[in-house]
């Protein structure tokens, strides 16, 4: 509602204008008696136009900006005064009609265009027809139909002239939406891996970079987990590699199924992930991935593939203030190898997560 209200604004300014205008023309006898009485609608028509958009009332209507109704309205009051000015300054009046076209061709499409230039001209007719009957010394005919051409004429080519600028708009917001479309799928592309919908490692790189930040100016914990499906070579054997893609897209649905809003979980390359914790201390962590594990086995099998069983091994470690992230993400990997040395399907908490040496955390009894 910006560029309607800033029109709406300028509009209001035209109208006062002309009010003062038509005042000075009061003044100098340009006008007959009764005109006065124009004058506030043109102060007061446009203030309802702007209050009814600023307070968002239009909002509820079809056409929000309301741009229609102030043209038919500011033609006719133009129609009015134009029947109660003296024949010499008639011409000066109708000036006004072509800028009610310029202010339209924003929002006016081709057939609001027809139906504004056909009540206006019908407007202008039934005035001139009003005027040919009480006007003490009245002009001919000729006079007047050619004065009604001349208007046709100019409202017929200003209007094509704002709907080519009308239609360039619509072609501009048009390719704006497909710009902006194309731009979110390169994005989604250049963000997200293509085969599990989680997010590629260039972008949790960049990730991990903001919530490094994060940590350093807030001073909350931030851990860092690695996590590798267990015997994914033996899966691609068995099952092929469209079963070893499947296996991935069921570890990716699980995950988002357990995992926090705020954690964030990225393939980072083959059968290994890489998850981000933000504000999470070692233990949260731990028990995080413990969730997961729950909700792998409770279905560790895809669906239609009973006798493939997905589980996964992690490891676990806390980022330090003023260590790099890419120590962190070693020091991750590293329990990650322990936890697969110690027999896999388990979480091992890195040594300086704690100050403690590593500590593994087998899958339990009840889940096994």
């Not at 000036?95 to 407007?123: D, E, S």
């Not at 704002?162 to 939406?177: E, F, H, T, Y």
């Not at 020091?331 to 990650?336: F, I, M, T």
């Not at 388990?346 to 889940?367: K, Y």
Request: with cysteine; net charge neutral; charged share 20%.
């Amino acid at each position: 509602m910006h560029r309607p209200l800033a029109l709406m604004l300028v509009s209001f300014l035209v109208y006062l204008g002309n009010a003062l205008l038509l005042q000075w023309a009061v003044g100098l006898d340009l006008l007959r008696q009764g005109a006065q009485w124009v004058i506030p609608w043109m102060v007061f028509g446009p203030a309802v136009f702007y209050a009814l958009a600023r307070s968002g009332w239009s909002a509820r209507l079809k056409e929000p900006s309301m741009v229609m109704a102030q043209g038919l309205y500011c033609a006719l009051l133009t129609v009015l005064v134009y029947a109660f000015s003296h024949h010499d300054v008639r011409g000066f009046i109708l000036c006004i009609l072509p800028l009610i076209i310029m202010f339209g061709q924003f929002t006016l499409n081709g057939r609001q265009f027809a139906v504004f230039t056909g009540c206006t001209m019908a407007a202008l007719t039934a005035a001139v027809l009003l005027m040919r009957r009480f006007d003490e010394v009245p002009r001919g005919l000729s006079a007047d139909l050619l004065e009604l051409v001349y208007v046709a004429l100019i409202l017929g080519t200003s209007t094509s002239i704002a709907l080519i600028g009308a239609n360039i708009r619509q072609k501009l917001m048009a390719s704006r939406v497909e710009l902006a479309e194309a731009l979110s799928r390169v994005h989604a592309l250049a963000t997200t891996d293509a085969l599990t919908g989680l997010a590629n490692r260039r972008h949790m790189q960049d990730l991990l970079a903001e919530e490094v930040k994060r940590h350093r100016r807030l001073g909350h914990p931030l851990c860092v987990a690695l996590l590798d499906l267990d015997h994914f070579k033996r899966i691609n054997d068995l099952h092929g590699h469209q079963g070893g893609d499947e296996a991935l897209r069921h570890f990716a649905r699980k995950a988002r199924e357990a995992l926090r809003e705020i954690d964030v979980l990225a393939r980072w390359g083959g059968e290994e992930f890489l998850l981000m914790m933000p504000a999470t201390s070692p233990e949260q962590a731990m028990s995080g991935l413990l969730r997961l594990r729950q909700c792998l086995a409770e279905q560790a099998h895809p669906p239609g593939m009973p006798d493939l069983r997905i589980t996964f091994s992690a490891g676990v470690a806390l980022h330090h203030l003023n260590a790099a992230i890419e120590h962190t993400i070693d020091q991750a990997d590293k329990a990650l190898y322990q936890a697969k040395a110690e027999g896999r399907d388990r979480v091992c908490l890195a040594p300086d997560a704690t100050g403690a040496s590593a500590e593994a955390t087998p899958l339990a009894p009840e889940l096994a």
